[in-house]
């Protein structure tokens, strides 16, 4: 437990200066934007340019950026992300509310991505150069040519035609009228579009990932050793699978950072109400604050999410340790 949790602490220590390395990045590149959000108001003639400097002083914007910069990291420490101008509320509980919302969605594809491609990985390396391996291989192809946003269109276009399947937005009008039961069954309803459409890039990858690890398991010596022996099919396969599952638990970091900075076109498209299109609007109207808490946000998923593949590699895998 003690290495376990020393491990843990240095991770989070480490982490601090690689945040530190990424907000003052982005920070840079914002500023190096042409134009601010204030000159959107300066379009205005009801708003003076005396009301615009008095709010470019009460955000510290009329200070060096390096003081903008160190004023902004000192306070995201205490857990103020600053206050996003647009959205006139505080950056963090904008990005509370959001957030979790697109983790729903991440952590449902994540899932479904995991389940289908696993089974049709191991299928299609047992099955080497059948008609069988052929057919998984050329699906998973044909996945990884078409875009994201792509497949969304079409499963809209299909999801239209279905009664019963709605076709954009988290819940239901009804929602709050709904049993718990019905809630659970409306949420469902509402991710299938979305998660599927996430999740079809990630598993076509998946599958050629574990179908090509499982067959160079499969070469080893320890293995055709234990097949001439007489070991069931199945404990074959699943020696195999233990065996070739390392690579893949360190890709479940990345991917889950990946699929939730991956969502934002999808959540567009299908209209779920998630932090990739609050993203997109604070890029547009230059709502610097709300963009780098979101850059910070991505960083920490990230962050986190290799932590958990490191764990999950030392618990899985006997010949790694935590120290």
Known sequence: MFPLFRFIIRRILISIPLVLGVSILSFLFI????????????????????????????????????????????????????????????????????????????????????????????????????????????????????????????????????????????????????????????LFLHLLVPSIAIAVLSVASLIRLTRANMLEVLRRPFLLSARAQGLPRWEVYRQAFMNAVNPLITLLGYEFAGLLGGSAIIEIICNWPGLGSVMLEAVMTQDIYLVMGGIVMGSIMLIVGNLFADILLAKMDPRVSIE
């Not at 300066?42 to 510290?60: C, D, F, G, K, V």
């Not at 004023?71 to 600053?82: A, R, S, Y």
């Not at 078409?146 to 399947?165: D, H, R, Y």
Request: net charge neutral; charged share 10%.
């Open 31 to 186: 500023q190096l934007a042409p134009g601010n959000y204030f000159d959107s108001l300066r379009a205005n003639p009801q708003i003076s340019e005396q009301t615009i400097r008095a709010l470019q002083s009460q955000y510290h914007l009329d200070e060096p950026i390096y003081k903008q910069f160190i004023g902004w990291f000192i306070n995201l420490f205490h857990g103020d992300m600053g206050y996003s101008f647009v959205r006139k509320a505080p950056v963090s509980t904008i990005i509370g509310q959001y957030a979790l919302n697109t983790l729903f969605l991440t952590l449902t594809a994540l899932v479904v991505t995991w389940i289908i491609a696993i089974p049709f990985g191991i299928i299609s390396a047992a099955r080497h150069n059948t008609y069988v391996d052929k057919t998984i291989s050329f699906i998973a192809l044909l996945g990884m040519s078409f875009p994201s946003f792509i497949v969304a269109i079409f499963l809209l276009m299909g999801a239209s035609a279905i009664p019963g399947i709605p076709i954009g937005g988290m819940t239901s009008i009804s929602f709050e009228q709904m049993t718990w039961l019905q809630k659970i069954s409306d």
